[in-house]
T-cell receptor, first 109, second 115 residues
Framework: GQNIDQPTEMTATEGAIVQINCTYQTSGFNGLFWYQQHAGEAPTFLSYNVLDGLEEKGRFSSFLSRSKGYSYLLLKELQMKDSASYLCAVMDSNYQLIWGAGTKLIIKP | ETGVTQTPRHLVMGMTNKKSLKCEQHLGHNAMYWYKQSAKKPLELMFVYNFKEQTENNSVPSRFSPECPNSSHLFLHLHTLQPEDSALYLC??????????????FGPGTRLLVL
């Protein structure tokens, strides 16, 4: 079966750095997405990786290792508004998104 | 604002009621999706439409009936639902269906409670 694993919940301090990991086993691979979802709101697109390596976008970076079936989302200079759930999703060989259950990130002052 | 709107935002219905959820996208996309999001579970894909044609139905019970009159509008008709159908129902759209890297843009969802 297809599976995406990510931690259920993480806690970090304002101004610090946090890394949210995602491991996957899917039928084929056509890229990995990260989304942010604040409580009661729509998931919003953060990043897309299809090749190995690090993609940086401001305070957020996303890393992919296809051989290891592994990705992480790195958030720097954490702000209170970063408190949200972070969803990892892999596009499989049928171009269907397979989703993780999400990681709830709690930021403390 | 993601360019995808959903109404209503909240809905409470009895098991014998019939209601409809509406989604509209203003992005000029050709593909639209219905997802179910339950607490602490991954998003579950329900239906996919591409150029108004249904391309996927992920074994969804017949009490959920989708309708896509055009590429900008998507409906989910609900009837004789069960309490376990209570969840957040999300609509999404993407430029096309079937290409690698197609980003999906989501609406804010309808929070459904079935009593």
């Amino acid at each position: 079966g297809q599976n995406i694993d990510q931690p259920t919940e993480m806690t970090a301090t304002e101004g610090a750095i946090v890394q949210i990991n995602c491991t996957y086993q899917t039928s084929g691979f056509n890229g990995l997405f990260w989304y942010q979802q604040h409580a009661g709101e729509a998931p919003t697109f953060l990043s897309y990786n299809v090749l190995d390596g690090l993609e940086e976008k401001g305070r957020f970076s996303s890393f992919l290792s296809r051989s290891k079936g592994y990705s992480y989302l790195l958030l720097k200079e954490l702000q209170m508004k970063d408190s949200a759930s972070y969803l990892c999703a892999v596009m499989d060989s049928n171009y269907q998104l397979i989703w993780g259950a999400g990681t709830k990130l709690i930021i403390k002052p | 604002e993601t360019g995808v709107t959903q109404t209503p935002r909240h809905l409470v219905m009895g098991m014998t009621n019939k209601k409809s959820l509406k989604c509209e996208q203003h992005l000029g996309h050709n593909a639209m999706y219905w997802y179910k999001q339950s607490a602490k579970k991954p998003l579950e894909l329900m239906f996919v439409y591409n150029f108004k044609e249904q391309t996927e139905n992920n074994s969804v019970p017949s009490r959920f009936s989708p309708e896509c009159p055009n590429s900008s509008h998507l409906f989910l008709h609900l009837h004789t639902l069960q309490p376990e159908d209570s969840a957040l129902y999300l609509c999404a759209s993407s430029q096309d269906r079937g290409g690698g890297g197609e980003t999906q843009y989501f609406g804010p969802g309808t929070r459904l409670l079935v009593l």
